[in-house]
C-alpha cells in the first residue's frame, strides 16, 4: 500500500514538473496579464503552509535536516511555466541563460561531492534535488520580471503578502491565545526574515516620487503592519533586522533628496511603530524577561557549532548533504559526545533515548561547512556575494527611478538576510530559500539589463506609468 502511494505522487509530480508546467508556460506566453499574475502567485506562495506547497517523495516524517523527502514544490512548478513562457515569447532583451546561473549550479555540484563520505547518501540526494531544482524559481523569476508594470505588479502583491499574514497573527494572537505567533509559517524566525525581505524593499520603493498615491499608501500599510507581525512574533532578531533595514532605506531615500511625501512617510512609518509596539508590548517585554532569567546558563548553539568544526576537521569534503542529523545523532557516537559531555557537565542525567535525534546547528554557514565542506561553503557564499555586487551597481545605474528605490530596499534585505543566517539556517527552508531564490533572479534581470545595449528597450527611462516602458 505504502509502494502503491509513492507511485502515484512520484506521477502526480512528474506530471506536474513535465506536462502541467509546460503547457501553462504555452498558455501564458498569450497573455501578459496572466504571466504577470502567475509571477505575483509565485511571490505570494512563499507565504503558504508548507503542505499547501511541496509532495514529498519517499518522505522520512521524523527526520530533521533540510528536507524529509524528494521535495516538489508548486513553486518550482510555476518557475517552469515562466521559464517556458519566457521562451516561447522571445521578449526584447531575452537571454536563455540568467547571470550567475553557472555559479549557483556550481555551488550544487560541489556539494554532491559530499556524498562521497556520507552516512546516509539518500538523504544527501533528497538535498541535492531540493536545491538544485529550486534554481527554476531564481529562473522564472528573471525571465517574467521585465518592466516597471511586472515591478507594480510585484510592489502590491508584497504589500498584500505581508498584510494577510499580519492578519492570520492577529488570529493567533488575538483569537486563539497564542503567545510567538508564527503565522502561516513552521516557526516565527522563518517568518520575521520573510517579512523583512519583503517589507524593506517595498518601503524602500515607496518613497520614490514616482509611485502612485495609492499604491503608497498601500505600502505604509503593509509596513504598519510587517511591524506589528513582528512584534507579536516576539523575534528579536527579526525586530531588530525589521529597524535596521526601515531605517537605512531611509535614509537612501534622504540621499536622493528631500521632499514632503519622505518626510510624510518617515513620520507615519514612526507612528505606525510605536502603535504596533503598544499592542505588542507586552509579549515584547515577557520575552526580554524570559531570556533574562537564563543569561547565566551556557547557550546550546556554540555546543552545535563546537560538532560542526569536528565535523569539518574529520571531512574536508562535509560529512554529508542533509547528514548533519545522522552525524550527531545515535547510534553514531563520535559527535554526540561533545553534547553529551556538555549535558554531564551541567548535571544533567545521561539518557541515550534523549541523544537519538540530535538539534542541527542553527547557524546556515557551520551547517554548510559541516554537510557540504570547504568547496560547497565557498561557492555559496560566493553566489550571495553576487547576489549583493548586482544590487549595488543596479542601485547606482537605476538610482533616481522606481526601480533603483527598489533595487536599494533588495540590497538591504538581502544583506540584513545573510548576516541574519550567522544565527538563523532559515535559507535551507523552502518557503525563504524559495522567497529569496525569487529576490535573486529580480536582481540577474538588473545584470542582464546592465550588460544590454543601450538602444534596446530594456534601457528606455523608466516613468513608472500605465504604458509599462521597460526597466531604465
Known amino acids: 500500500m505504502a509502494f502503491a502511494k509513492e507511485i502515484l505522487k512520484l506521477a502526480i509530480v512528474l506530471a506536474a514538473y513535465f506536462a502541467m508546467a509546460p503547457l501553462l508556460g504555452q498558455a501564458l506566453a498569450r497573455n501578459r496579464v496572466a504571466e504577470r499574475t502567475t509571477l505575483c502567485l509565485m511571490v505570494f506562495m512563499t507565504s503558504w503552509f508548507p503542505s499547501k506547497l511541496t509532495l514529498m517523495v519517499n518522505s522520512v516524517e521524523l527526520y530533521r535536516g ?17 521559464t517556458v513562457c519566457s521562451f516561447i515569447k522571445q521578449p526584447p532583451g531575452f537571454r536563455r541563460v540568467p547571470p550567475g546561473l553557472w555559479l549557483y549550479l556550481l555551488y550544487c555540484a560541489l556539494s554532491c561531492l559530499s556524498l562521497i563520505p556520507a552516512g546516509n547518501r539518500v538523504y544527501a540526494l533528497m538535498a541535492a534535488w531540493k536545491f538544485t531544482s529550486a534554481v527554476l524559481i531564481f529562473v522564472g523569476a528573471f525571465h517574467a520580471f521585465r518592466d516597471d508594470e511586472d515591478l507594480r505588479w510585484v510592489l502590491r502583491t508584497l ?11 492577529l488570529k493567533l494572537r488575538f483569537l ?16 520575521c526574515m520573510w517579512a523583512y525581505l519583503f517589507a524593506i524593499p517595498l518601503l524602500a520603493a515607496a518613497f520614490s516620487p514616482k509611485i502612485n498615491r495609492r499604491d503608497t499608501f498601500l505600502a505604509i500599510g503593509a509596513i504598519g503592519a510587517t511591524a506589528l507581525m513582528i512584534l ?21 531615500a534622504f540621499l536622493r533628496g528631500v521632499s514632503f511625501k519622505k518626510f510624510t512617510i518617515a513620520g507615519i512609518g514612526a507612528i505606525a511603530a510605536v502603535i504596533a509596539g503598544i499592542f505588542a508590548l507586552d509579549s515584547l517585554m515577557a520575552r526580554i524577561n524570559e531570556d533574562s532569567s537564563r543569561e547565566n546558563e551556557e547557550d546550546l548553539r556554540p555546543i552545535l557549532n563546537r560538532q560542526s568544526k569536528a565535523m569539518l576537521h574529520d571531512s574536508p569534503l562535509g560529512i554529508g548533504w542533509n547528514n548533519f542529523g545522522v552525524a550527531n545523532s545515535l547510534p553514531n557516537p563520535k559527535y554526540v559526545a561533545i553534547l553529551m559531555d556538555w549535558d554531564a557537565s551541567r548535571g544533567f542525567r545521561i539518557i541515550d533515548e534523549n541523544y537519538e535525534a540530535g538539534p542541527l546547528t542553527e547557524s546556515l554557514y557551520w551547517l554548510l561547512l559541516s554537510e557540504t565542506g570547504y568547496q560547497g561553503f565557498v561557492s555559496y557564499i560566493a553566489f550571495l556575494l553576487l547576489t549583493l555586487w548586482w544590487a549595488a551597481r543596479g542601485l547606482f545605474r537605476y538610482w533616481d527611478t522606481p526601480l533603483g528605490y527598489f533595487i536599494g530596499g533588495v540590497l538591504v534585505a538581502l544583506a540584513l538576510t545573510y548576516l541574519h543566517c550567522t544565527v538563523e539556517r532559515c535559507l535551507s527552508q523552502t518557503k525563504n530559500m524559495s522567497a529569496w531564490l525569487i529576490f535573486a533572479g529580480f536582481m540577474a534581470r538588473v545584470e542582464a539589463m546592465r550588460r544590454s545595449p543601450p538602444t534596446t528597450p530594456l534601457n528606455r527611462i523608466s516613468t513608472y506609468t500605465a504604458a509599462a516602458p521597460a526597466f531604465a
Do not use: D, Y
Open 232 to 252: 507579536l512574533a516576539v523575534s528579536r532578531g527579526g525586530l531588530a533586522a525589521f529597524v535596521l533595514g526601515s531605517v537605512a532605506v531611509t535614509g537612501f
Open 66 to 82: 533540510h528536507t524529509k523527502g524528494f521535495e516538489f514544490s508548486l513553486i518550482v512548478v510555476l518557475g517552469i511555466a515562466l
Open 159 to 169: 504589500a498584500g503578502s505581508l498584510i494577510v499574514q499580519t492578519l492570520v497573527c
Open 176 to 191: 486563539e491565545g497564542r503567545w510567538q505567533v508564527h503565522g502561516w509559517f513552521e516557526h516565527q524566525n522563518p517568518m
